[in-house]
């Protein structure tokens, strides 16, 4: 008896060692791409919703918004410079419980869950990491582009902006400059016609690369709207406190100054997709494409702000973008979670069922077929319908297959039906009982009620005792 017993429980340790599942690896719920306005409006969501989600900020924390001197369009604002305001929602973030990595992404993993996503710190030592997550927003912005020109970034912010709507309203009744030939620049032209004194579009080349017909021709229209075509911008000039004016290059002659108060770059961007442009449909001109609001061709990755918008680019649209995909992140970890626990409950309700289950064996093939397959302990009760002790050990059988589910494999052979599995192990008497190890090996035999009833305690308090 005792024998069995420690070789019962010998067994009942490598199967629980071969069996155990490996644990899943650990992911943050949500980790955000960028620390620009969206994004921190997305941490400020996430963080509430006690979701405490992990926001990368890379080299700009803030964005591109904490460059602007002064913003006068954000509401409840009537003048604020955009670095305090980014502080502001940074701090309103992290309060409520969301976290910040000072490193930049370099590269994303998003063809298998849990999404990978590689840092690499901004310090001189460059080291890596790889964050696992379980769902992504991404705010990277965009980069705009420069002339490269002497005077351009000395003078970013103080009268070199790239942006109208922000900063048009300093440049009333004064004289401003526009860069470019394309439908931004005609915008830009158009918008800031209503504010400055004069504006003036400088256009590299002899025509227009804009398609809206209309809105040029109604700009020429306008008194205090100029064209300087075949014209190269090729130096910022200034004070040291702003913009006083450019120095313009026509042709062949000779560079020429103008005179002016600010300059507005309407060049373009270029949207911060490189890292993506394998893991994520793109549009033609590079941005992310969307599907339903904030959601990408991934399901469970989002997009919000600069990187999926070419027109507006303004940061009341990427918060309002940072909130809906806080909001569709949060309801797809809870419909994947749900999924989840549906999953599991399924299985082990399949499992239950299978494992409380006395198979009945056919053929010897199945017979063998069983073992073959078993993970476990297996008991085989070997019985003839005409026996009386079968019938009464029968229940017995049953109930002790429903306590030890999934510990021990429980089959019934009829002697009558498969007779050369009967043979095959010198079956003599009813009921009998043999137990096989998880490799299939014979361990213990057993005839009448009394025995079989003692084996089947024994393997109870065995195995229950050492689950």
Request: overall charge negative.
């Amino acid at each position: 008896m005792k024998k069995i017993v420690l070789l019962l429980i010998a067994v009942v340790s490598v199967f629980s060692a071969l069996c155990a599942a490996p644990q899943e690896r650990e992911s943050e719920a949500i980790v955000i791409l960028g620390g620009g306005i969206g994004s921190l409006t997305s941490a400020i969501y996430l963080a509430r919703a006690g979701l405490h989600p992990l926001v990368i900020e890379g080299g700009i924390p803030g964005g591109l918004l904490t460059q602007s001197h002064s913003v006068q369009n954000w509401p409840g604002e009537l003048e604020i410079e955009g670095r305090v305001l980014t502080e502001k929602i940074r701090e309103q973030a992290e309060s409520n419980g969301a976290r910040f990595l000072a490193e930049e992404v370099i590269e994303v993993d998003f063809s298998k869950h849990p999404f990978t996503v590689t840092t690499r710190s901004l310090d001189s030592s460059h080291s890596t990491r790889q964050i696992f997550a379980k769902s992504c927003i991404i705010g990277m912005g965009t980069t705009p582009n420069f002339l490269g020109i002497p005077g351009e970034q000395t003078y970013w912010g103080k009268g070199v902006t790239n942006c109208a709507i922000c900063d048009g309203s300093f440049y009333r009744d004064q004289i401003v400059g526009v860069v470019g030939g394309g439908d931004a620049a005609i915008l830009e032209a158009q918008y800031l016609s209503n504010i400055a004194k004069e504006v003036h579009l400088f256009v590299r080349k002899d025509h227009l690369r804009a398609n809206e017909s209309h809105r040029i021709e109604a700009l020429m229209d306008l008194p205090n709207v100029v064209f300087h075509y075949n014209t190269e911008v090729v130096e910022v000039q200034g004070d040291g406190n702003g913009v006083t004016g450019i120095l313009l290059k026509s042709g062949h002659a000779a560079p020429r100054e103008f005179p002016l108060d600010g300059l507005f770059l309407a060049i373009g961007s270029r949207p911060n997709t490189q890292l993506f442009s394998k893991a994520l449909k793109l549009d033609e001109k590079g941005y992310i494409s969307l599907k339903k609001d904030q959601e990408t061709s991934v399901s469970g990755i989002y997009a919000i702000g600069d990187i999926v918008d070419p027109i507006y680019k303004q940061a009341i649209s990427a918060a309002g973008d940072g909130a809906k995909a806080a909001l569709q992140s949060q309801q797809y970890l809870m419909e994947k979670s749900n999924h989840r626990l549906a999953s599991a409950r399924a299985k082990q309700i399949k499992a239950l069922k299978e494992n409380t289950e006395v198979i009945e064996i056919a053929t010897v093939q199945q017979f063998e077929q069983e073992l073959k397959t078993a993970n476990s302990p297996v008991i085989v009760d070997f019985y003839a319908t005409w026996c009386s002790p079968c019938k009464r050990l029968s229940p017995l059988f049953e109930s002790s297959a429903m306590r030890l589910a999934g510990k021990v494999k429980f089959l019934k052979v009829n002697v009558d039906k498969v007779g050369d599995l009967s043979r095959s192990y010198g079956i003599r008497a009813m009921p009998t009982a043999l137990l096989f190890d998880a490799s299939g090996k014979m361990i213990e035999k057993k005839t009448g009620m009394d025995q079989i009833a003692d084996l089947l305690e024994l393997l109870g308090e065995t195995l229950l005792e050492n689950p």
